[in-house]
């Protein structure tokens, strides 16, 4: 999407064609707005991030944002009126038919212009942003096990002064038993793919020896390249697991110790992109600056995830729009039919969203947070689609299968690969995944109020310009990934979220 935003004191249109106008802070009831040389007076009180009409709209009109149909009015809308749950409502339905158009190809950049970042070069050519072992539980029952070996595995690295060791950390959760079929393949398919991340230079698989989720079947997933810093453990083998944990950590960690950061190119991030706790701040601030970021990644020659299927309804076409070949546009839109298909099968409507947050924070359909959310994705071409529990494969935009779910979606971002994720928020949030989880505040005040837990104020874009404020993100992101905690980081927020969609024995 072509951008087009235009900075006012009050409120931003942002396409030449929108119906409405989203205020930036609090406006009063009779207070003119000026929008491109015509003063609006507003008929009610307009909330920061909200929106008004600029024009009016009769029952069953189309409205749009973002140059897009983001509803349809369900009453009259006279300019200046608040528009939102009380007179928009969503247009969207179910599965839909899509026809593909090859897409213009986007300008790539070299190497040696794009920056360098600090990160740690692997055996089969893949480059982390993180030296840690990993422990990874392949059942519930174990998980406590595991994070007690990670805090004494943490003091094991803490007493080996010079080594390269970022940390040991444990991801504990509730499955690997009492799971069926394809759920079942599911959580083996997200653990043996964590074990696969760049930035666990050791992994430890902990296993009970009954559960569903055998270590032996999960071991075979996991390619040989990557068994030298791999080690198993079985409980109830062991006479005493915890000294046989400890002493594969150990192993692990003396084989890391002479690990060392060194300067690879922007080609070498694979970056994460996602939000959660969106307000209507979040498309016009810190999502198009994530796209930058992605735009920045792809064009360097990098790879760039994008997830959450459920927040591309009413946008999908926009990236259909960008895909590389027939076959990527066929899997992708078999990709979105079916995501809503599974919400059809349990009796539940597609547009079950906004989520009560993003509706306090200004945002009203689907259709407006997907067109918000997608900006992640900047202008790359989808070179690739992977299922969940999949593996990027290639430089350019991968789309992920994976819900909106905060944990299950950044999760499944790590295990896909991702070294970084952009995590925007306009509500804010602690969570952290496996991997640097850096929070992209959409506005300054929640940057102001929550300094813990953001990196990065997006909100400045409004007044320093998207150009300044991309470039001091990017310089963000490069101190970052060469090991400069995220938020997240600093405050132990780490864990993981598998996806649950099948029955429980």
């Not at 008929?43 to 600029?54: M, N, Y």
């Not at 247009?91 to 070299?110: D, I």
């Not at 930035?199 to 569903?212: D, Q, W, Y």
């Not at 076409?317 to 995501?339: E, M």
Request: one cysteine or more; hydrophobic letters at 45%; a negative charge.
């Amino acid at each position: 999407m072509t951008e087009a935003i235009y900075t006012l004191p009050d409120a931003l249109k942002i396409a030449p064609n929108d119906d409405v106008a989203v205020a930036l802070q609090p406006l009063a009831a009779g207070q003119q707005v000026m929008i491109e040389g015509n003063a609006i007076t507003l008929r009610q009180a307009i909330p920061a991030g909200h929106k008004f009409a600029l024009a009016a709209l009769s029952p069953g009109a189309a409205v749009h944002r973002y140059g897009a149909r983001i509803g349809l009015a369900t009453a009259p809308i006279a300019p200046g009126d608040h528009v939102h749950s009380h007179n928009l409502q969503t247009a969207l339905g179910g599965e839909l038919a899509y026809a593909f158009a090859a897409p213009a190809k986007p300008p790539r950049a070299q190497d040696d212009q794009a920056p360098q970042f600090m990160g740690y070069a692997r055996a089969d050519d893949r480059v982390g942003t993180r030296n840690e072992v990993w422990i990874l539980p392949t059942v519930g029952c174990v998980g406590r096990l595991g994070e007690r070996l990670a805090q004494r595995g943490q003091a094991m690295a803490a007493a080996m002064p010079g080594a390269a060791i970022d940390g040991v950390h444990a991801f504990n959760h509730p499955f690997g038993c009492s799971q069926l079929g394809a759920d079942l393949d599911g959580t083996a398919a997200i653990l043996a793919a964590l074990a696969c991340n760049p930035n666990a230079g050791g992994v430890l698989l902990l296993g009970l020896g009954c559960e569903s989720n055998q270590l032996d079947a999960l071991l075979a997933r996991i390619p040989a390249s990557r068994r030298d810093r791999l080690r198993v453990l079985r409980a109830q083998s062991e006479s005493d697991e915890f000294a046989a944990g400890e002493a594969h950590l150990a192993d692990l960690l003396g084989l890391m110790a002479q690990d060392r950061r060194s300067p690879v190119p922007l080609s070498a991030l694979r970056l994460g992109v996602k939000c959660g706790g969106s307000d209507a701040m979040s498309g016009l601030t810190a999502n198009p600056l994530i796209g930058r970021m992605t735009d920045a990644v792809t064009q360097a020659g990098g790879t760039a995830i994008l997830t959450e299927i459920p927040e591309m309804f009413g946008a999908e076409t926009l990236l259909l729009g960008r895909v590389t070949s027939p076959d990527v546009f066929d899997r992708l839109s078999t990709l979105v039919n079916r995501f809503k298909r599974y919400f059809l099968d349990h009796g539940e409507p597609v547009s079950e969203n906004p989520s009560p947050g993003n509706i306090a924070g200004g945002i009203t359909t689907l259709e407006e947070k997907s067109l918000g959310a997608v900006q992640k994705g900047g202008q790359a071409l989808v070179a690739d689609v992977i299922d969940y529990g999949g593996q990027v494969s290639q430089g350019g935009l991968t789309v992920l299968e994976a819900p909106g779910n905060d944990a299950v979606s950044t999760t499944a971002l790590a295990a896909a690969g991702a070294t970084l994720t952009l995590f925007s928020t306009g509500r804010g949030t602690p969570l952290g995944s496996p991997v640097p989880t850096v929070k992209i505040a959409s506005n300054s005040a929640l940057a102001r109020h929550k300094p813990g837990w953001i990196d990065f104020d997006a909100g400045q874009a409004l007044d320093i310009g998207m150009d300044t404020a991309a470039q001091a993100l990017l310089t963000r992101i490069i101190a970052i990934a060469s090991g400069t905690p995220a938020r997240n980081e600093a405050n132990d927020e780490r864990a993981i979220g598998i996806w649950k969609r099948g029955v429980t024995l």
